[in-house]
Each structure stands twice: as structure tokens, then as C-alpha cells.
């Protein structure tokens, strides 16, 4: 297989992009909705607040009794009524009258300002105002957080816990947002066995269950992991079950290009194979296809290749699935040695960040899984450029920027 | 109440800490260990791969069967024995002999290479070389990712799908992580409603509900969420009943200075009040205590206050209580205008950042939600600093750093 016949990396991702759409909205109790991703523009049913209410502990007053009061000259009200939070009083508040009021609760009628309990002196009914207000003073204006009709929060947004309440201030207490896909990890390989401490023949511990299982929730759909020895039946009858009760399939192992393998048989069998080897290091066989109108993702066996795989082709499909918008955030960093790269093919080096510079490790190898544990950013080294000399600035794409 | 007598922020945050610990440890299956915390440093029981593989789908031979061997003059070899995925050949190769073999597979015993199946040409037994190989072609060493006894992972890491990976390389279906602290969150308010499309009266929707039980969720804790009128006896009741089957209570609402409130009174009453009032605004109305030798976090009713007081004193410690580490990253940025500050007084200014620069929003009100929800970024200002200038740089804390 040569390079001349691996798809280019935009090409395969162009092309995949175009074969997904969402997998649908739901409704959901506020309550769970932390995460989730807006399915809906939400407009305010209510004001917010929902009437004038005191900023303070205090008393409700007309503010222009206290004009020219201080600490020296206080002016003299009648305490008439005494308001605590949750409660609303039915006087009027008139010349020379205060209402005892607490933070929160609404203005009485009549009155226009409320007096800190600190500038205040009480006896009995009496109180003794000791400054000066000014009309509207501690008092928070009705709606000013929420007018009703207010658009408060578009569609496509992922709720934070402030966004969860401004939603239950405007009156809600259940929003539309995009479903999680359910996805299918299917591992697939003889030779691979759950972890054990100690290993006979040609066993391989199947650790690509633990990073795919992990990888979709991490892109916050639902994964459902099954093992499959290499047969061209079983695979296909795994297939054929698993896409019948999940949004997409997820495939590690039988991506061979330089003969018939598996996976890529039974995609070819049973649906239509659009993307087989792609012009990337490493990662270069990787495969895409649809199975009745689904997609399906094939990945490498080799645990650094997959991985590979999953950043640059499955882990935004699977934001799309949800209309999750997550642009990689491509920052620059100096390498720190030359990197030879080869025209024509994507390289995405482990590598690891200092400062401003970007350290390529010297561990290449697509099975050792270490090296994607010891480095924290891919060199993304694109197929126009033939690499990258020592001192050069180059694109760093962050293991951390992946999520969202 | 006067600034003198408020609590430095930073002082509060180290006495708060200081009173802290981890909820200990508990071992969990390896499925389920994404994003958990390592509660113990991994040895590897194994080496991986546990024997020699190889890389590619070809033919294991001596590499001396083919020096100087090319398309137009070919070495010939004969073909023992194939080694399929899983398999593993009991056949000695020797000069002049190959074994087919699939990528992975333990290279059979006396092999020393394996040629790619592309670069050979086969007819029956008849197997002919078109190319040289060096010893060791193709060839990946037994250990290359791992050998046993190597340190893998250490304890407090927070684990990634690669971590997953290796960890079950090196022979572990199950880890030892840090428990999730049970957090209970007792909103408190006689005028606290649940989200409806219309209110009436004194009532308010409880955003805070909403806010804390998904706070809780993103600093990785379990939260529990109940609403209690303010009654001295049924908020010290629940609290009773909440201390005793969680590792922490978080309440909202009842912690006014300038007089006794409800909530800094029960914990008066049945534990120890460590902090009351803060140099810190918004937020100033911040409490901590012990109850039962367990954290309690008593956060003023408005719903912007609540939240900076959170970031500031709940979130570091939710993660100290499972062993996260969570460096807060301030960023330095240009301020678009002038802001005012006291000496004293920390200030938690909501701000949205733009490129180099960061705009404090306009909006100020402790209770304006829609202030969280339109700024990205506090700009804090710190105690000894009395205000930036316009132009001048400041010190940025993005929400999305705020969380791990």
C-alpha cells in the first residue's frame, strides 16, 4: 500500500462529517440537565425579580423623610409593619411610617428606599433614622436580572450551573436538550484477554476497552463495550445486532489495508465502506463506512494508532451526533528538535509541552501506550509541510483542549 | 458592619483548609475508574507486550536469508508453518525457512525479522524475499511499553482513557481511587419556590437549588438537595440528620452579619462557627463551620454572592476532600476600563475576556444570575491593590479553569 492511496486527512473527515446529523431531543427535569446541551432557544416566562424587593436588612421608608437626617439629626418615624422573607405586607407606607423589612421581600406600597438596620436606631414602634437617602436606594428593581420575553439562552449551548438557574428563574423546570448517542465499542481480536496478572501464549490484554469505553464518555455519549474473536460471522452478526440499538459503532482491530480484514470485510458486506487507510501517522488504517444509515467507525488494534484515530476523525462525530461545537484550539509552540514529517501524509506526534516550547517524545511506536500517558499535546504536522526544523514554530493541539 | 472586622480572604481560605481531609478510599472496577482519582501509585505485574511481536502482517525469517536480496533477485525461502492472531507457532525457524505471521503474533523461536507481506511473492510453500532486512526488522520487543515492576501511574492522578490503558497493560481489572465526597446542599428561604410559569405573593424561584446541586457535580462530588424554611429548629434538625450520612453540607441563604441569622446560629449552636463575614464581594456574607468534625459551608441567599463565594472557598475544597489538584491558572489581561477597588477588600469582578484584553460587565447586583451566565471570567482583585486603571493588566480567573 502506498501513500498515494490513503485518503488525505481533511478528505476523510469531510467526508464523514457530511454522513452525520444529530440523533434527536429529548425532555428533560432540570435537574439533570447539568452538561447537557441546549436543544432549544429559552424565553423567560417571568420577570426577575418578580417585584421591587430590598437589596437589605432594614426599614421600607419614603425617602424623602430622612432628607438632611445624620447620625446628629435623626429623623423620627412610626414602625407600622414588620415584612420577613417570604412575606408581603398590606399597608401602605405613608409620610413619616417605616416597615421593618428583611433582604429580599417585597417593597411595600408607598415606600421608595429602604434604610440599612445600621443607620437606624429602634425603640418600641419608634425608629430613628440616621442618614440621609435617596429615592430607590437599596431597593432591586423589578425584572432587572429577567424581563418576561427575554431570550435568555440559545439552542446548541451546554448548561453550566448558572445557566441551570437563570432557566429555573425564568420559570422552567424542564428543558429540550440533543440526546447522548449510544455507541457500540466493538474490540475485536483472538489474542486479546481482560486484565490479569499473568499472561500464557499469545495473550495480549484487551486495554482498548478501557480507552474507548472512557473516549465516549469523555465526548459525553454512552458507550456499550463487547469483545469479538476475529471471525468474518461473528463480527457480522455483532454488527448487525449492535446497529439495530445504537446510534454508531465503534471498531478496534481488522483494519488491515494490504488485504482483505474483518471488519472491513463485514462493513463492505453489510453496508457501503467509504474511507479505507488515510494518509496519517499513525493511524493509517483507519476505516469509515455506514451499516443502514448509521456510522461506523474502524479503528486500528494498535492501542496509540486508535487513539490517534479517535482524536482526529471519532471524537468531534460524536460531538456533531449532539451539536456539540468544540473548534480544537491549535496553539503555537517552538519545537524543540527537528521533526521530519513526509509530504503527502498528516503526522500527530506525542509530544510534550514546557512553557512555550513543545518537546516531540522519542517513543514512536504505535502500540506503547505510555507514550500517550507520558506526553499531553499532539505536533499536528500537516500534509503540505515536509517537518519542522529545531527552533521552528509548530501547530500544538492539546490532549486537555479535546474535551469540552 | 465595617470592612475591619471581615475575614482576608486568603485567611479564610487557609484556616478552611486546614480543616480538611480526604473521605478515604475505595476500590472500584477498572470499567469504571474514568475521571477518578488514583489513590495509589501502579507497579506493573507485566510486561507488554509479554513477548516478542510483530509489527507487521508478513513473514517471520533470518534477516541473513536475505542480505543483498532485491525485486529482480529474490531470496527463496520455504514456508513451515502460519501464526495467526492468538496463535503461537511451535515450529524452529531455521535458514532457509519462513513462518507466515499476523501483526502481534509472538515471533516464532530462531526468527530474527519479519518482511512485509508486500514486499514478498508466494506460491504454495515457495515463498520469495524481493528485499534485504536487518536483524530485528519489524520486530517489536517483549517489554517495549512496559516491563514488570515499572512505576506506572502515581497516586492523585485523575484518569484518562490512556491511564485506563496502561493500567490494565500492566495486569489490574480494579484501582484504588479516592472516594467522592457526599455533599448535602439544604437551600434556605421561607419565600423559595420551585420553577413555575407563574408566581405569586413574595414568592421566588430557587435557582439556587439548581446552581449547587450541579456545582457540586462539577467539582466531581455527589450531591444531595433539600429546602428548608427558616426555622431555627427544622434547619438545625436537618442538619442533624444531613452531617450524619454526608461528608459536608453546603446551605444557602441565613448568613446576614449584622445580626443573628438562622443558619450561622445552628451552627453555632450544634458545632463551631470558624468564619463569619469576608473582606470579599461580592459575597461578604460567607460562613464556615464544624459540625460533628465535618466542613460546613454557609453561603449567603443571592444567587451571584452564593456562586463567588463557591469558587473561592467551596470548589478547592470539594477537591482536597478527594485529593484533586487544582492550581487555579490566572492569566494576566489588559483591562478595558478603569475599575475601582478597595484596600482590604478582594474583589470577584464578573468579566468577559476578549483576546488580550477583559471587559468587566456593567452589571453588578449580587442577584443578577444573568451576570454569570454572560461573563466567562472573573477579575480579581486583590486585598492590597486599590483599583486597576484603565489599559493597566489584571489578574484572570476563566470559569472553565475553575473546573478539572
Known amino acids: 500500500m502506498f501513500l498515494s492511496n490513503l485518503m488525505p486527512v481533511k478528505k476523510a ?16 427535569s432540570l435537574e439533570d440537565a447539568h452538561r447537557r446541551v441546549l436543544a432549544e432557544n429559552i424565553t423567560s416566562e417571568l420577570y426577575s425579580p418578580p417585584f421591587e424587593r430590598s437589596a437589605m436588612d432594614g426599614y421600607a421608608i419614603l425617602a424623602e423623610d430622612t432628607f438632611g437626617s445624620s447620625e446628629t439629626n435623626p429623623s423620627k418615624l412610626k414602625i407600622i409593619d414588620t415584612i420577613g422573607a417570604g412575606q408581603v405586607s398590606s399597608k401602605l407606607v405613608k409620610h413619616g411610617e417605616a416597615v421593618r423589612i428583611a433582604t429580599g421581600a417585597p417593597i411595600p406600597e408607598g415606600a421608595n428606599s429602604v434604610v440599612m438596620e445600621e443607620y437606624t436606631d429602634s425603640k418600641g414602634i419608634n425608629l430613628e433614622v440616621e442618614m440621609s437617602l435617596t429615592p430607590g436606594e437599596n431597593i432591586s428593581p423589578m425584572g432587572e436580572d429577567l424581563k418576561k420575553g427575554d431570550v435568555i439562552l440559545g439552542n446548541r449551548k451546554i448548561l453550566r450551573p448558572q445557566d441551570l438557574a437563570l432557566i429555573a428563574s425564568a420559570g422552567y423546570n424542564s428543558v429540550n436538550v440533543y440526546k447522548k448517542p449510544k455507541i457500540a465499542v466493538i474490540t475485536t481480536g483472538n489474542e486479546l484477554v481482560m486484565p490479569r496478572p499473568s499472561l500464557s501464549g499469545a495473550e495480549i490484554i484487551n486495554s482498548n476497552h478501557y480507552t474507548f469505553k472512557a473516549m465516549v464518555e469523555s465526548a459525553m455519549a454512552i458507550p456499550t463495550v463487547v469483545h469479538c474473536v476475529d471471525s468474518h460471522k461473528l463480527v457480522e452478526n455483532e454488527f448487525e445486532k449492535l446497529i439495530e440499538t445504537h446510534d454508531a459503532l465503534i471498531s478496534t482491530g481488522g483494519t488491515a489495508i494490504s488485504k482483505g480484514d474483518v471488519v472491513v470485510d463485514v462493513t463492505e458486506n453489510i453496508g457501503k465502506v467509504l474511507v479505507h487507510g488515510v494518509a496519517l501517522r499513525p493511524g493509517k488504517p483507519f476505516g469509515f463506512g455506514i ?64 512553557l512555550n516550547m513543545v518537546r516531540p517524545l522519542k517513543i514512536k511506536g504505535s502500540g506503547i501506550i505510555r507514550s500517550m500517558v507520558e506526553s499531553n499535546a499532539y505536533i499536528i504536522i500537516e500534509e503540505n509541510v515536509e517537518g519542522i526544523g529545531e527552533g521552528e514554530e509548530c501547530n500544538v493541539l492539546s490532549y486537555d483542549s479535546l474535551t469540552v
Open 291 to 354: 451499516i443502514h444509515e448509521k456510522p461506523v467507525f474502524m479503528l486500528s488494534g494498535y492501542p496509540v494508532a486508535a487513539i490517534v484515530q479517535a482524536d482526529v476523525f471519532v471524537r468531534d462525530s460524536l460531538y456533531k451526533m449532539q451539536e456539540i461545537e468544540n473548534e480544537p484550539q491549535i496553539i503555537r509552540k517552538t519545537a524543540s528538535r527537528k521533526i521530519p514529517s513526509s509530504l503527502g501524509r498528516t503526522d500527530y506526534i506525542r509530544a510534550k509541552t514546557e
Open 13 to 28: 473527515q469531510k467526508l464523514i462529517d457530511s454522513s452525520l446529523k444529530n440523533v434527536g431531543v429529548e425532555k428533560i
